[in-house]
């Protein structure tokens, strides 16, 4: 018979073993579960669905099963089941996530289990704000390697997590809801996602640069998912810096067939250039309009 792990050796194996099964064996072993307490539970993926839903991998915890139409005797089961399941998820003083994705929860009380999350990435789909999944997100996550708001309300840049985060995606899904401040957000990189009429003001973003300044390698790419989207926002561009259309020859980019492209002073030694090209995605063309600040060199 092998002799037992020493315990760096079993803390490393639990570590690292998948979320579910890890679970499964500890959850049968007073022993383990002491210990288990003390070792990051480490997870690819974290999803939470409404009220009704939170899973790590593919474990799952779910509130769905008061809703079935089942015995009293199986209803009461499967209750157990996900009280220990959420007990065991609570008592975590942090979880390590790849990527954590929160749909339509509107405030943080609905979210049926309350984690502290260690995590690179975030993305909140449909919340009204995505501020209000910040509790579950431990300090330490912070600066985030990525975040990507698709909210259904107008979004608010002005935030500490909006300004540091290394990669930000503002997702669009319905028209006619601003971004309010994004001409005065101080990132080099930004991507804007879906954009609808009356998403996006660029010449807000044009104007606000040329007053205020922005570093070399400033770029802004706004995707569109028809071309109507881009052609409307490339018509308000001409009409107010018709001056500054410009082939932009050298830039070497296929750009969009009969759309104006622009050359904007900003200052002596630097311009913005405007231009728009089509991305060919897995299942469709998405059109790019591309703001980006250059040396006049170039």
């Known amino acids: 018979m092998p002799p037992p792990l020493s315990y760096p050796a079993l803390k490393l194996v639990l570590e690292y073993l998948d979320v579910k099964k890890r679970y499964h064996i500890t959850s049968r072993n007073c022993a383990l579960q002491?210990?288990?307490?003390?070792?990051?539970?480490?997870?690819?993926?974290?999803?939470?669905?409404?009220?009704?839903?939170?899973?790590?991998d593919d474990l799952e915890y779910s509130a769905e099963y008061t809703k079935r139409k089942i015995n009293r005797e199986e209803l009461l089961k499967i209750h157990v089941v996900n009280e220990k399941l959420k007990k065991y998820l609570e008592e975590r003083p942090n979880i390590h996530v790849?990527?954590?994705?929160?749909?339509?929860?509107?405030?943080?009380?609905?979210?049926?289990?309350?984690?502290?999350?260690?995590?690179?990435?975030?993305?909140?789909?449909?919340?009204?704000?995505?501020?209000?999944?910040?509790?579950m997100i431990d300090s330490r996550s912070f600066p985030l390697k990525k975040l990507k708001l698709t909210q259904e309300e107008s979004i608010d840049v002005d935030h500490p997590i909006i300004h540091t985060t290394e990669d930000v995606i503002f997702q669009f899904s319905k028209r006619n809801e601003l971004i309010r401040g994004i001409e005065k957000l101080?990132?080099?990189?930004?991507?804007?996602?879906?954009?609808?009429?009356?998403?996006?003001?660029?010449?807000?973003?044009?104007?606000d640069w040329m007053k205020n300044g922005r570093e070399i390698?400033?770029?802004?790419?706004?995707?569109?998912?028809?071309?109507?989207?881009?052609?409307?926002?490339?018509?308000?561009?001409?009409?107010?810096?018709?001056?500054?259309r410009n082939n932009l020859k050298g830039v070497n980019v296929r750009?969009?067939?009969?759309?104006?492209?622009?050359?904007?002073?900003?200052?002596?030694?630097?311009?913005?250039?405007?231009?728009?090209?089509?991305?060919?995605?897995?299942?469709?063309?998405?059109?790019q309009l591309v703001l980006k600040v250059v040396s006049t060199d170039e």
Not at 219 to 241: A, C, H, M, Q, T
Request: glycine share 4%; with cysteine.
């Open 34 to 56: 002491k210990i288990d307490k003390k070792i990051p539970l480490r997870v690819g993926t974290l999803i939470i669905w409404k009220d009704s839903s939170v899973s790590l």
């Open 98 to 135: 790849d990527h954590v994705g929160i749909y339509s929860v509107k405030f943080y009380e609905q979210v049926p289990v309350k984690l502290n999350l260690i995590t690179n990435k975030l993305h909140t789909f449909c919340c009204s704000d995505f501020r209000n999944s910040l509790p």
């Open 186 to 207: 101080q990132r080099k990189k930004l991507t804007i996602q879906n954009i609808m009429n009356g998403n996006v003001d660029a010449v807000r973003i044009i104007k």
């Open 217 to 244: 390698g400033t770029e802004y790419l706004l995707y569109f998912p028809f071309n109507v989207g881009i052609k409307g926002v490339l018509k308000d561009l001409k009409r107010e810096f018709d001056e500054f």
């Open 255 to 287: 750009f969009l067939k009969r759309a104006p492209r622009f050359s904007i002073p900003m200052c002596p030694t630097l311009k913005i250039i405007i231009y728009g090209t089509e991305i060919q995605s897995k299942d469709r063309t998405v059109y």
